[in-house]
């Protein structure tokens, strides 16, 4: 399961970012350091900003930053990360964010399933101030009801 | 019916976008066939569809369609999703 575990290393909490291309490569970061995937999936993430705009904050305060499964993805994973002080991404109802997912994934299908997951979690609106305001990487856990 | 989720990649926000909108189809009680898909290959999977749901930045790229082009704010709020979608099935 996509969503089985949540390392420590995949959680980084009142980050610093100064705009929101600092905060995607945080998750990038964490995607690394947990063993999901090699650096330049960060680059990836942003292209796909770049590319396509604002669209992954897809809620209010919440950015779903990923790319396509390919060679940069080394192992299914999520990061979460959570910003001291919110950036705007551009967005014209959901700025300023002030937690930014990443996600990986090794095939579109696992992606699908771990999407799915987290919509079960997040269509309960205060799961993201939840989560801004986490200050233990287990409060994290607890609210995505994930495992270490 | 057929309805279309479009995103960049067509796996991560159109994903959401399709899981919530059967959640409120579900509880509308309308039959419908929905598929996530990127915005590269709106024109060949859209062709015949009759809804196509997606965030402000594709409207325009989305081109000539006969669908109903639906923008969704929060894509985990199936309130919203439920009134867009109820407003264009009329």
Known sequence: MPLSQLPESAIDLGANAADWRAAVRLAGAALVESGSTNPGYADEMIRMIEEHGPYVVIAPGLALAHARPGSEVLADGLAVVTLATPVSFGHPHNDPVSVVLGLASTHAGVHLATIAELANIFNDSSAVSELAGATTAAEVRDILGIPA | ?90
């Open chain 2, 1 to 90: 019916m057929k309805i279309i989720t479009i995103c960049g990649a067509g796996i991560g926000s159109s994903g959401i976008l399709k899981v919530n909108a059967e959640r409120v189809l579900g509880r509308l009680g309308v039959e419908a066939e929905v598929t996530a898909a990127d915005i590269a290959s709106v024109a060949s999977v859209a062709a015949d569809a009759q809804v196509i749901l997606t965030s402000a930045e594709f409207v325009d790229r989305i081109g000539k369609t006969f669908a109903d082009v639906i923008v969704i704010e929060n894509f985990f709020d199936t309130a919203e999703i439920s009134r867009k979608l109820e407003a264009a099935l009329g």
